[in-house]
């Protein structure tokens, strides 16, 4: 199957800093990515919809100005969560949709954020 | 989007075949079941999908019942890596945006 990174895969931050994970499709382009958050021993919650050369569009309850996304290429995403809290910890992960391949996602291995 | 119940947890010896259900019951004509998994501290990864044939890959096969509420996820020879949460996901045929997860089955595969 295809195959999608995220970097970094864990990152540790002081409350109030930024931080920014990366999401890529590694042999196949993406117009489409997709932005998901779990916490301990919950199933994963999507957050936001990336699309290449627009805006995302979030679900209901994610704010858009804390959780910045740009999609500038086919293969790449980035999720910029701003002035990170600890509540804000938890292990963030993407999916890609394979624009020759319409129907399936594929995720990457996830980001572990720890803010302190 | 239609929604999906799976049992919390389920268990199966090393080598027997696991059999994990999903119910579906309100699912239209136009909406696949995709099987994702996840392995502990990982990303999801895809099995298998399908629309209203049965499907089968080298990790699983994919029966859905004629009236299509509901469908089995077989994993022909359990192994120890096998040991994840099975996540059934109903997705619009024509709408590729948007998996929702439900809570998934625990599936752990035992020695």
């Known amino acids: 199957g295809a195959v999608v990174s995220q970097h970094p895969s864990w990152v540790i931050c002081k409350s109030g800093t930024s931080v920014k994970i990366e999401c890529r499709s590694l042999d196949f382009q993406a117009t489409t990515m997709f932005w998901y958050r779990q916490f301990p021993k919950q199933s994963l919650m999507l957050m936001a919809t990336?699309?290449?050369?627009?805006?995302?569009?979030?679900e209901q309850g994610v704010e858009k100005d804390k959780f910045l996304i740009n999609h500038a290429s086919l293969t790449l995403s980035t999720l910029t969560v701003t002035s990170a809290h600890p509540e804000d910890s938890s292990f963030y992960i993407c999916?890609?949709?394979?624009?020759?391949?319409?129907?399936?996602?594929?995720f990457g291995p996830g980001t572990r954020l720890l803010v302190l | 989007d239609a929604k999906t119940t799976q049992p919390p947890s389920m268990d199966c010896a090393e080598g027997r075949a696991a059999n994990l259900p999903c119910n579906h019951s309100t699912i239209s004509g136009n909406e696949y079941v995709y099987w994702y998994r996840q392995i502990h501290s990982q990303g999801p990864q895809y099995i298998i999908h399908?629309?209203?044939n049965n499907e089968t890959n080298e990790m699983a096969s994919l029966i859905i019942t004629e009236d299509r509420k509901s469908s089995t996820l077989i994993l022909p020879h359990a192994t120890l890596r096998d040991t994840a949460v099975y996540y059934c996901i109903v997705r619009p045929q024509y709408n590729f945006n948007k998996f929702y997860f439900g809570s998934g089955t625990k599936l752990n595969v035992k020695p």
């Open positions: 999916s890609a949709r394979d624009v020759s391949s319409q129907e399936t996602q594929y």
């Open positions: 990336s699309n290449e050369g627009s805006k995302a569009t979030y």
């Open positions: 399908g629309l209203k």
